[in-house]
């Protein structure tokens, strides 16, 4: 039961908020770890409390690694955590969490994906998916519906490069804001969503086109 819990979500960018979210809408009391004051004022002001591992390593029950970093859960870390405390990792490699320190210790393995770490004082650590990403590890990784989404981004992305070639150098690009929201567009009758149409002369209002793009490129979600 994860109600009533503490949880360390380390990082707060679109993943550790999404983290931040699940556990909270759970019932857990969450906490976060940021570097970035920009992210860490998001959290503080999303109702989180923000902090260092170091300073509550004794008192959290789950660690959840979301940094892209290295070494972010040290040895030193996972020593100081109460026992049965969970750790695992959505960031991206298995290095976010010091995993291989823990390889002089016993191993027990509860399910698959599932180990228990064995502390020469008895005490027992929770570690997910060895590691690794816990969102495949774990559980089926990305829906369905996400899924669609992306590759309809691929599609499109693919069509735009084959119809307007010369438009294109050998470079990196940000899909174009309208097919961006094209793929919104194609996915919302799925969820029952139903858009508001701009009038005229509100598009004209806000200087853009009735059917988008609604927002310009630099526009941050």
């Excluded at 300073?55 to 940094?67: G, K, L, M, P, S």
Aim: hydrophobic share 40%; with cysteine.
């Amino acid at each position: 039961m994860i109600a009533g819990k503490v949880a360390l979500i380390l990082g707060y960018g679109d993943v550790g908020k999404g983290c931040a979210q699940a556990l909270r809408g759970q019932g857990a009391i969450v906490l976060i770890a940021e570097i970035d004051p920009i992210c860490a004022l998001q959290a503080a002001m999303e109702g989180y409390r923000v902090v260092t591992l170091d300073d509550v390593a004794e008192q959290v029950d789950i660690v959840v690694t979301a940094t892209g970093n290295y070494h972010v859960v040290t040895h030193e870390h996972m020593k100081r955590m109460r026992n049965q405390a969970i750790l695992c990792n959505i960031g991206h490699f298995d290095s976010e969490i010091d995993v291989q320190s823990l390889k002089k210790y016993q191993w027990e393995n509860i399910k698959p994906q599932v180990d228990h770490v064995i502390f020469p004082d008895g005490k027992r650590l929770i570690l997910l998916a060895e590691g690794r990403l816990v969102n495949l590890g774990c559980a089926t990784g990305h829906p369905s519906f996400v899924m669609s989404a992306s590759f309809s981004n691929q599609i499109l992305a693919q069509i735009e490069l084959f119809k307007n070639a010369a438009q294109y150098g050998r470079d990196v690009y940000v899909l174009p804001k309208l097919l961006d929201e094209k793929v919104a567009r194609l996915h919302l009758g799925r969820i029952g969503a139903k858009l508001t149409q701009l009038t005229r002369e509100q598009a004209d209002y806000l200087g853009v086109a009735i059917d988008g793009p609604y927002k310009p490129e630099q526009y941050r979600y």
